[in-house]
């Protein structure tokens, strides 16, 4: 492999004149040039030999072997969402310089008069949208590179859907070229907007549903829109989440989320994790789809579908809750413990001693450690001027983990 320097040098929105001296400097001594068709003809007077940057994995073979000074031209700073990443991955650092310029984002903070110091930043180029989404809402600011597929109206969609619609959006498009423009709407205004190719999307919070009146655990059953109040009653469901064990970028799945109540809870108690609530029973889907809005369980995605099968398409789970089976325990646990990361726990609630009793075997039989908890809950009721107390059936809280107790 050739020990020869390869240098890495960020093109500015003002093209040529936003390059330092030593930039320029490595440029005019370099004998090849790789770049995007737009980068290289920032410089129509090099006299050495001009390579379009076409297949990443054609450009890596050319420096392993070449003993020639290499420039490869990028947009703004090639560590930032570039070919930085790539090639530092592929190569020895000791062969790479890198020379940053001005970033398109940074550019367009600049230009809308809003500080980025704050912003966390998200990338949907050539990536697909559901982690991107996620991440976005669980953030006051946002700065997202779009590509053909995922344009700006197609991001606004996916937000509306998570009910996540308090955001200002500014569309910045064509940035440095002549082109160039700012637009200011929301979330509903991108839905109508056709943006051009080249576009960053910057989303600030303005604002959204007000929560104040709700806890962030135990909100009270009533709040919540169900069928015959078939729902994880509010004591049964807090210490459900306590034997999950949550923590605040974990991956959860609700399986058999009816009513939504602990996927909702739990998006509260992990506003940067990733949860999926499974439902395709048509008496609770208008119920879920409800709460979620009502609460605005931003980080949750409901997914239409009967478990096992509906679990394909999910990344794998750092906690599972199972709510409800549908007479498929057995089969949704053994698909389950396919996908569970290591350190993972399972928790289900059981009504019934056939359904804790199937559910301990289960568990044990794929090699899980068990523990139940019964959850006996009495409310007082009022009985004319005395109050009593009113039992309610007791539930059987079942946490599996792998390892010892």
């Known amino acids: 492999m050739s020990e020869q320097k390869i240098y890495l040098v960020g093109a500015g929105i003002e093209g040529w004149e936003g390059f330092g001296a030593r930039a320029l400097e490595v440029i005019n001594d370099a004998e090849v040039m790789i770049g995007h068709q737009r980068h290289l003809e920032i410089f129509p007077e090099f006299a050495g030999e001009k390579r379009v940057l076409g297949e990443l994995s054609a450009m890596l073979d050319f420096l392993k072997e070449t003993d020639r000074r290499t420039v490869v ?11 930085a990443r790539f090639l530092l991955r592929n190569l020895p650092k000791e062969r790479i310089e ?22 966390v930043f998200v990338s949907v180029h050539g990536r697909g949208l559901g982690g991107a989404i996620d991440r976005i809402v669980a953030e006051d600011k946002v700065a997202v590179l779009t590509d ?156 239409e579908a009967y478990a096992p ?22 089969e949704i646990i053994d698909a389950v413990d396919k996908r569970l990361k290591a350190d993972g726990r399972i928790v289900l609630n059981a009504v ?10 289960f568990l044990e039989d794929h090699g899980y450690t068990v523990e ?12 004319t001027e005395y109050k009593m107390f009113e039992a309610h059936n007791p539930v059987y809280i079942v946490a599996a983990w792998k390892g010892e107790e």
């Not at 969609?157 to 637009?183: H, I, N, S």
């Not at 999950?244 to 506003?271: F, Y």
């Not at 099968?309 to 057995?330: A, C, K, Q, W, Y």
């Open 148 to 303: 053909a597929t995922n344009t700006p109206a197609v991001i606004a969609r996916e937000l509306a859907a998570r009910g996540a619609e308090g955001y200002d959006a500014w569309l910045c498009e064509e940035l440095g070229l002549p082109g160039e423009k700012f637009t200011k709407t929301d979330v509903k205004g991108l839905l109508t907007i056709e943006a051009a190719p080249l576009n960053i999307l910057i989303l600030v919070r303005a604002w959204e549903p007000s929560l104040r009146q709700y806890p962030l655990l135990g909100i009270a059953d009533d709040e919540f829109a169900t069928a015959k109040k078939l729902i994880t009653k509010q004591e049964v469901r807090a210490v459900t989440l306590a034997k999950l064990q949550l923590q605040d970028d974990l991956t959860m799945w609700d399986v058999g989320a009816g009513s939504g109540s602990v996927s909702i809870e739990a998006s509260n108690l992990m506003p940067n994790g990733r949860l999926f609530a499974l439902e395709k029973n048509p008496q609770y889907l208008t119920f879920v789809k409800d709460n979620l809005k009502k609460f605005a369980a931003r980080n949750v995605t409901l997914v």
């Open 309 to 330: 099968e509906g679990l394909e398409d999910l990344p794998d789970p750092d906690r599972v809750f199972i709510g409800g089976s549908g007479g498929m325990l057995e």
């Open 352 to 361: 019934t001693l056939d359904t804790l009793t199937k559910a301990v075997e």
């Open 372 to 383: 139940v908890t019964c959850v006996n809950i009495a409310r007082t009721r009022g009985l």
């Open 73 to 83: 031209l990028g947009s703004g700073d090639p560590n930032f969402f570039g070919v």
């Open 98 to 119: 890198i020379f940053p310029n001005v970033t398109s984002v940074q550019y367009a903070f600049a230009r809308i008069k809003e500080p980025w110091d704050d912003a």
